[in-house]
């Protein structure tokens, strides 16, 4: 696919006679994605901001040298061009005005598509508000304005942001771990010297150990401390997961940054006033309002084998003591189960149904369907041996993935919790309820408390929708600032890395080509 965003950005911009303003198309709904739309055309959009002057020219070249610490591609030729003072105002005033949309654009949106993971088709709806906010900004004469109101809103963006720089200035180099087997206490040897010189980069191990020594308690604790941060289990040993993850590059460290700056990009601006974050890789749940982080919840996901997907749908109702209806992959390993002890049928309460919906014994079944249209499907009543324990989220997805509570509480204290069938797994799953129903006649927590402590199942809707976000996000600024490269889990990084990578060196080649259509570049201005 050729450069979407921009079709000739430098192209005989210094035959133009100056950027002209114009009343800016009112901002609309985005279009639908699955409906075909026309790529927007820059230059017409550029020719409706107004209030270009040398100076704001000057300010957007000193923005766009920024770039690089946002994870986009870099823009500096751009910018050099944008101060020679030596060439004509006019077409520098032009080529300011689509490099500004472009660059907002970026910011706003994104480099490529979250869903096609193509390079991203900017549309006439999703330019019109950029016009506006720049028009605004350059009206107060502060380009800067219109810059900021781009950026990512994400609490960890700016930490994020920082770490880049850090990295592109310092350019660190640290100590690669051989292959081999895995390493425990006790052993000795040239890995083991590597994996402290290693361990002593990332800041884990004081500096003085002595080579040969053999793998101390220091080293297993300094082991443990790593695993945790990047939510690897602590074992304490150098297993294969946590030599894949310590060997990582700077470089791919690097693209890995570049990936989750683009990851906070492609987040709405709408989250709601009060909704609800989930971060998979990091098994980690927050509940927002007005802004402010008010909860915090440790969450299980699914296993690798059923892997939870990444999805935003809004919260219509939760269900205290709710049933439940077990997946087939799951009904079939229990059908197993029940048919080598039928007890069990009793001894968990299940309830037995055919195709029909009505109620068979399990000394009913015929077995000798299994594998020609099986006909029974298996629940479960609410109960202290129900998975889905005493209350469940319900926002409507097409994935019939949803936040509930579980038996196995005791799971939690654990470090990597990819426990669940996909459904996420919340902890202390009331106060999260209570949360969610605050400010909803008669549901205090009182009367949660007592619905839960009976047996009725019970549907409560929800006055106001709440927005549910769920993401894979596998670097993470902390609050203090200190920056987590987590374990990738689910193997999701490297195809976005691929192709943001692509994208990034697409519109990166030639020192600032920012658009296809007839190879346009800096050069073209320069001629």
Known sequence: MGRIFLTGLLV?????????????????DVPVRDVPQPAADLDRWAARTA??????????????????????????????????????????????????????????????????????????AEVSPLVERLNAALERGDIGEAIAQSQPRVRDYDILRGEMLRMLAV?????????????????????VDQLRARLTAQGLLAAGWRAGDPY???????????????????????????LRQLNITPLER?????????????RTRRLGYRHIWVNLADFHLEAWEDGRLVREHEVMIGGQT?????????????????????????????????????????SHGFRIYNSAGEPVSVYEIDWSRWNNGWPYRLSQPPGPTNPMGEVKFIFPNRYNVYIHDTTQRDRFVRTRRDFSAGCIRVQDPLALAEWVLNGQAGWSRER????????????????????????????VGDPDGQVRYLHDLYRRDNSVMDAYGRAWREFSAGGGVLAGGEGA???????
């Open 12 to 28: 005989a911009l210094l035959g133009a006679s100056g950027v002209h303003g114009e009343e800016p198309v009112p901002a609309t």
């Open 448 to 475: 949660i408390d007592a619905v839960v402590s009976g047996s009725e199942p019970t549907v409560v809707w929800l006055d106001r929708r709440i927005p549910v976000h769920i993401a894979y996000w596998t670097v």
């Open 171 to 191: 350019r660190p180099i640290w100590p690669q771990i051989d292959a081999g087997p895995s390493l425990s206490p006790g052993d000795e040897g040239a890995r």
């Open 306 to 346: 059923s892997s939870t997907p990444e999805f935003s749908e809004e919260m219509q109702y939760i269900v205290l003591n709710p049933w439940w209806g077990l997946p087939a992959g799951s009904a079939r390993a229990r059908f197993r189960s029940i048919r080598r002890n039928p007890g069990i049928v009793s």
């Open 254 to 266: 690097i693209a890995q940054l570049r990936v989750n700056l683009e990851q906070r990009r492609w």
């Open 51 to 124: 209030g270009w002057t040398p100076q704001a020219v000057a300010d957007l070249a000193g923005y766009l040298f920024e770039a690089p610490g946002h994870g986009l591609p870099s823009l500096d030729a751009v910018a050099e061009t944008l101060l020679d003072d030596a060439r004509p105002f006019a077409p520098r005033a032009s080529l300011a005005a689509r490099t500004a949309l472009q660059y907002t654009a970026w910011l706003e949106y994104g480099l490529i598509d979250s869903e096609t993971l193509e390079p991203r088709i900017l549309l006439d």
């Open 216 to 242: 101390d308690m220091r080293l297993e604790t300094a082991v443990r401390r790593y695993q945790g941060r990047v939510n690897l289990s602590p074992t304490g040993r150098l297993d294969r997961p946590t």
């Open 521 to 527: 570049s800096v050069a073209a201005l320069r001629r």
